[in-house]
């Protein structure tokens, strides 16, 4: 977390403005940018976690031993089953979620975002604060990496202190998600803000949504029930989304890169180096199930089992399609033509031939192998048919601004 914060403090300070906007904005820019990283490494370890597990005890899509999961018989595909429509299922989920998180953080609910609009330039410059640049890729294998070897040699500790971090980030995540709908519905009656030491502003709305929010997540830990699994997840997904942003092609490239080599490192090769594979160790020692999980149509048994998807596999890839979306509203191109579209198809495409290959021949593999080309390679495409590789590499400025060798700025 330290790194985390130090990674973001420079950057995420916005000369002493604290937006304040009806998407729960209000945090301070650069606290919600460094939970926003160190949710990133969190997820980082659960989708490595997830990806070694295959070697062992390989499920539908992603398996873990069902002792990470609650005691009450919440498991996975065994070797036995066969591929299942849930596996196609979860790239439907996917998707939607990716498509809502990508529409959310161009333009957030109820939100006034017309270029003359104070909230939508408050909501903008908190949005540049969250800003990943290409140091902070290099920062994030580094943090990710740092997490997953003291979770391997301090478990027990480490296992309390993410399962606290993990309640703390979840209870926000769920607020930010549902502040736009709760504060249109009571017709903005609780947006005053109040004061807060260390904070600042903050809108009495966010008082009221933290009880429910907590009761939420003690639910979730004390029952360990999928549905609430998922509800806590999707909201970790769109809280990331919305908190960090990739602005250019080399940033994302590098991100996406080093997540590919980083996954390959980790599942297959640290045990040469550790003596003991870490993976392994952390897969069985762990309790914070980040995923998406879905229950199989065909399985057999008093048990349901499940097919799921790390939040890895979703936000990391889902960093490049947000901005892929930004750049079509920026160039004024349709999304279902731009950049957003090949990128969204490629990102399907591999995700349901990592299905397919896992629900199928059961073979260990990180799913990144199949995301990281799947979306970075229709991306280039589409730059290189477009004549607009130089441009894009350097990519957006600011919202509505590419930089001087692309579009006129306004």
Known sequence: FVLALVTTT??????????????CSSMVPSMRRSIALLLLALVACELLAEAQAQLTHSAVNHPRP??????????????????????????????????????RALRPPFMDMSASSQEAM??????????MQLHTTFMFVITA????????????????????????????????????????????RYSREMDVPYLGPIPVLVFILAPPCIVCVGTWLLTKSWILNNILAISLIIFFLTSVRLSSLK????????????????????????????????????????KILVPLMMSHGKNMQFTLIGLGDIVLPGLLICFCLRLDDAKGISKR?????????????????????????????????????????????KAHS?????????????????????????
Request: charged share 15%; hydrophobic share 50%; aromatic share 12%.
């Open 337 to 381: 033509s731009g950049y957003f579209a090949v990128v969204m198809v490629g990102y399907c495409i591999g995700l349901t031939i990592c299905e397919i290959v896992v629900g199928t021949f059961h073979w260990a593999q990180p799913a990144m192998i199949y995301l990281v080309p799947g979306t970075l390679i229709p991306f280039v495409w």
């Open 10 to 23: 420079k950057s995420g300070e916005v000369g002493g403005t604290r937006a304040r906007t009806k998407n």
């Open 251 to 290: 940033v994302a490239s590098s991100l996406l890169t080093l997540a590919f080599f980083y996954d390959i490192f980790w599942v297959f090769i640290s045990s040469s180096i550790f003596g003991k594979n870490v993976m392994v160790t952390v897969a069985t020692g762990l309790n914070v199930p980040i």
């Open 66 to 103: 069902p002792m990470l999961h609650n005691k009450k018989g919440l498991k996975t595909a065994s070797k036995k089953s066969s591929l299942d429509p849930s596996n196609f299922l979860v790239v439907l989920i996917a998707a939607v979620v990716l498509l809502y998180g990508a529409n």
């Open 386 to 410: 477009r004549g607009e590789i130089s441009d894009v590499w350097e990519g957006l400025k600011s919202h509505h601004r590419l930089d001087d060798s692309g579009m006129s700025h306004p």
């Open 145 to 188: 990496s740092c997490s997953l070897v003291l979770i391997f040699y301090f478990m027990s500790a480490m296992s309390v202190l993410i399962s606290v971090l993990f309640s703390f980030i979840s209870s926000l995540a769920l607020g930010a998600l549902v502040y736009p709908y709760v504060d249109r519905y009571t017709d903005n």
């Open 122 to 131: 408050a909501y903008e410059e908190a949005a540049e604060a969250g800003e």
